[in-house]
């Protein structure tokens, strides 16, 4: 298929902005400690060695879309004893997020930029045999020069904003010659499917599959510290807050307070998206006249809210309680990724904004699995129900426990499907 003027001017203008572009991207990585080495990844400059055999490629953009394709590997390790997995991403936050969760026999590396230098120093290194797109990955030359090398290729999780389908309907060609790349399209559900299609993914080879964020795997936790905390807490009741985003703390904190007119023994352990806000969250709490200890400066869970504004860490927290709330819910946000908290063994509660795992939520709300709430009154109200009724609350958490499970044996179809399309066996 013959390049369409689109792409070719986009090629060029990338060789124009890479110094500019390189020079941002580095800058932020050094900033949030990120060695120089490893910083110059961007720039296609390997920091490891390529392994020998097959090696297959994972890229994806961000933390959730780098954590989902974790326990996906994991299983394709198993079915494929000797391939080795490289996986890419573009913030340093996913980087640390990956290390303490890396699959077996797989390896970290910062995605190179959009731009001819770059990606032919990345594809000359690492040479993959087959390469796999998360979510909306659809950088034209990444994409089509991967495929120029040979190497199969696949899209999971497919999911694109109105906006972009909107944006690559108007460019008939150049969507067509960049999703020809594909030799397997897998979408979150069948109106993604359908989107796909009428933008010009190649038909045969688009089909829907499952939101890979509903398998990622068991958060990582330190036993020593769920101890220490166990300890420190004795009997007290606590509930959870978890991936709360600016809008969202003053909700929270206002249904707590509630709460604790009738148990004032409550606790309450709130886990911001972004820890770098713990300032403006600590001022919110003081706002509520409540007192609060801090992960940060090394303080257990007491006194009426922990503040934990650390990363990495939420897999300790859920293992506290039975009753989560999962933030990015009570405004437009999209919601979180439920099936972690279920894996935990806790039940879920979310504001009703959760169009990212619209499916998920559905299924789990059926299933018994998860409640969805309509502000700060509804939030108390259920949280007070599942704190007094044990019979509820085991219910729920059973439910969950049950959901997490069954949606994990899917994962092994989603695997087998991905090995064939790329010819790996």
């Known amino acids: 298929m013959r390049a369409p003027f689109l792409y070719s001017a986009y090629v060029g203008l ?8 390189a020079r941002s991207t580095i800058a932020k990585l050094r900033a949030a400690d990120v060695p120089s080495l490893r910083a110059h990844e961007r720039l296609g400059n390997a920091s490891e060695d390529r392994p020998e055999g097959t090696l297959i490629w994972f890229h994806a953009a961000s933390v959730g879309e780098s954590l989902s394709v974790l326990a996906l590997i994991t299983r394709m390790g198993v079915a494929l004893p000797d391939a080795h997995f490289l996986i890419t991403s573009g913030t340093a936050t996913s980087a640390t997020l990956i290390a303490q969760r890396m699959p077996p026999r797989s390896q970290h590396q910062f995605a190179p930029l959009d731009a001819p230098g770059p990606l032919k120093r990345f594809l000359k290194h690492w040479r993959p045999n087959a390469a796999v797109f998360v979510e909306s990955e659809l950088w034209p030359q990444m994409l089509r020069r991967t495929r120029a090398t040979g190497a199969a290729m696949a899209l999971v999780n497919a999911r694109l904003s109105e906006r972009s389908i909107k944006s690559w309907a108007k460019r008939p060609k150049l969507a067509a010659y960049i999703l020809d790349v594909f030799d397997l399209i897998l979408t979150q559900n069948d109106a993604m499917a359908e989107a796909m299609v009428r933008i010009h993914a190649p038909a045969p080879r688009v089909a829907r599959g499952q939101n890979l964020k509903s398998f990622a795997g068991p958060l990582p936790t330190d036993e020593d510290l769920i101890f220490e905390a166990r300890a420190k807490l004795g009997h007290r009741p606590v509930w959870i807050a978890a991936s709360t985003h600016a809008g969202e703390e003053q909700i929270v904190l206002a249904a707590h307070k509630k709460l604790r007119e009738t148990s004032p023994d409550l606790l309450l352990i709130l886990v911001p998206r972004h820890p770098e806000r713990a300032t403006e969250v600590v001022q919110y709490i003081a706002e509520t006249g409540m007192e609060y ?6 303080d257990l869970p007491e006194k009426a809210v922990y503040l934990a504004d650390t990363l990495g860490e ?10 989560v709330f999962l933030g990015g819910s009570l405004l437009p946000i999209g919601g979180h990724n439920p099936f972690e908290v279920a ?8 504001g009703n904004h959760v169009f990212n795992f619209a499916e998920t939520f559905s299924a789990m709300e059926a299933a018994g699995a998860a409640r969805i709430v309509s502000g700060s009154d509804d939030l108390a109200a259920q949280v007070d129900t599942l704190l007094r009724d044990t019979a509820i609350r085991e219910m729920a958490v059973k439910a969950a426990q049950n959901f997490a499970t069954q949606e994990t044996d899917k994962l092994d179809t989603i695997a087998t499907r991905l090995i064939n399309a790329l010819s790996l066996t």
């Open 343 to 350: 894996q935990s063994g806790a039940t879920v509660l979310s």
């Open 314 to 323: 939420l897999g300790n927290w859920f293992a506290l309680s039975d009753i």
């Open 293 to 298: 200890t801090r992960r940060s400066r090394g």
């Open 14 to 21: 990338s060789m124009l902005l890479v110094p500019f572009a």
